[in-house]
């Protein structure tokens, strides 16, 4: 098992920034992938950025956050971040952290942290 727990979501005005943190625990050593995915209401969820644990760490981003969101890790510290720069009131939802685990053939999910950006 895998436990995931998010913070630093909140309120900001447009333009503004915040970093969300998620801190992994359990059996992080089946952890290849985590990353992190956003669903506003009324819509499905959908992926925002991901990035290897493995190997690499390799990174992938939506096209809608490409140049503004930057997702990191700190392995030793079983943590990934995601730095939010020029927020947009679309970018409203509530955020969740995903860590996919093969060996366990399933994904793991956070609480979610809701992120309100105000026009």
């Known amino acids: 098992q895998v436990q995931l727990v998010e913070s630093g979501g909140g309120l900001v005005q447009a333009g503004g920034s915040l970093r969300l943190s998620c801190a992994a625990s359990g059996s992080i050593f089946s952890i290849s992938t985590m990353g992190w995915y956003r669903q506003a209401p009324g819509k499905q969820r959908e992926l925002v950025a991901t990035?290897?644990?493995?190997?690499?760490?390799?990174?992938d981003y939506a096209d809608s956050v490409k140049g503004r969101f930057t997702i990191s890790r700190d392995n030793a510290k079983n943590l990934v971040f995601l730095q939010m720069n020029s927020l947009k009131p679309e970018d409203t939802a509530v955020y969740y952290c995903?860590?996919?685990?093969?060996?366990?053939?399933?994904?793991?999910w956070g609480q979610g942290t809701q992120v309100t950006v105000s026009s």
């Open positions: 995903n860590a996919k685990a093969p060996a366990h053939l399933r994904n793991y």
């Open positions: 990035i290897t644990i493995t190997s690499g760490g390799s990174t």
